[in-house]
T-cell receptor, first 113, second 116 residues
Framework: NAGVTQTPKFRILKIGQSMTLQCTQDMNHNYMYWYRQDPGMGLKLIYYSVGAGITDKGEVPNGYNVSRSTTEDFPLRLELAAPSQTSVYFC????????????FGPGTRLTVL | AQKITQTQPGMFVQEKEAVTLDCTYDTSDQSYGLFWYKQPSSGEMIFLIYQGSYDEQNATEGRYSLNFQKARKSANLVISASQLGDSAMYFCATPHVKPGYSTLTFGKGTMLLVSP
């Protein structure tokens, strides 16, 4: 049981490039989330999904897109990368209840130069 | 909207001593909860402890306990007998419940350094 896995662990992008951050969970959780963590800050929600085929915006969605074609996978797409997207990105999953623990992946450290 | 405030950017404690990390919250929900997560230098987020607003007793998990004071809207994390491995960032968070989904609202965190 690997939990939540994310790839890649590190990535450097040039301004204007695009990339997809991968997230997979093997706990059969319906709820999945993407957060970003800027230096010295807590996490902010980018997008979330309550099940396959259902996604919605969080607090800071601009510059990102997501899809959820399966229960297991929840990729995050960055189009036209900007320096403001330099951050650490965390994927998380949960059974869905608000008072249930969210399980986090190890994070992806992204730098946009 | 929910808000979490962690007023201590950094805390220092000696090994084997106890330390309290502060967290105050602001929520309009009748029912709510507070989570604490640990983030070591390796970067992953590790769940530590959870307190529900209607729980009659303060939550405990091994060396971690939660000093929950509803009237003060505080949910402070107490770490007893600190260990070197406790050096990390600690985040307080509360669920943000909307129709059909919920997410977590995080504070800015407190960096804890444990010295020998």
């Amino acid at each position: 049981n690997a939990g939540v896995t994310q790839t890649p662990k590190f990535r450097i992008l040039k301004i204007g490039q695009s990339m997809t951050l991968q997230c997979t969970q093997d706990m059969n959780h319906n709820y999945m989330y993407w957060y970003r963590q800027d230096p010295g800050m807590g996490l902010k929600l980018i997008y979330y999904s309550v099940g396959a085929g259902i996604t919605d915006k969080g607090e800071v969605p601009n510059g990102y897109n997501v899809s959820r074609s399966t229960t297991e996978d929840f990729p995050l797409r960055l189009e036209l990368a900007a320096p403001s997207q330099t951050s650490v990105y965390f994927c998380a999953s949960s059974t869905g209840g608000p008072y249930n623990e969210q399980f986090f992946g190890p994070g992806t450290r992204l730098t946009v130069l | 909207a929910q808000k979490i405030t962690q007023t201590q950017p950094g805390m220092f404690v000696q090994e084997k001593e106890a330390v309290t990390l502060d967290c105050t919250y602001d929520t309009s929900d009748q029912s709510y909860g507070l989570f604490w997560y640990k983030q070591p230098s390796s970067g992953e987020m590790i769940f530590l402890i959870y307190q529900g607003s209607y729980d009659e007793q303060n939550a405990t998990e091994g060396r971690y306990s939660l000093n929950f004071q509803k009237a003060r809207k505080s949910a402070n994390l107490v770490i007893s007998a600190s260990q070197l491995g406790d050096s990390a960032m600690y985040f307080c968070a509360t669920p943000h419940v909307k129709p059909g989904y919920s997410t977590l609202t995080f504070g800015k965190g407190t960096m804890l350094l444990v010295s020998p």
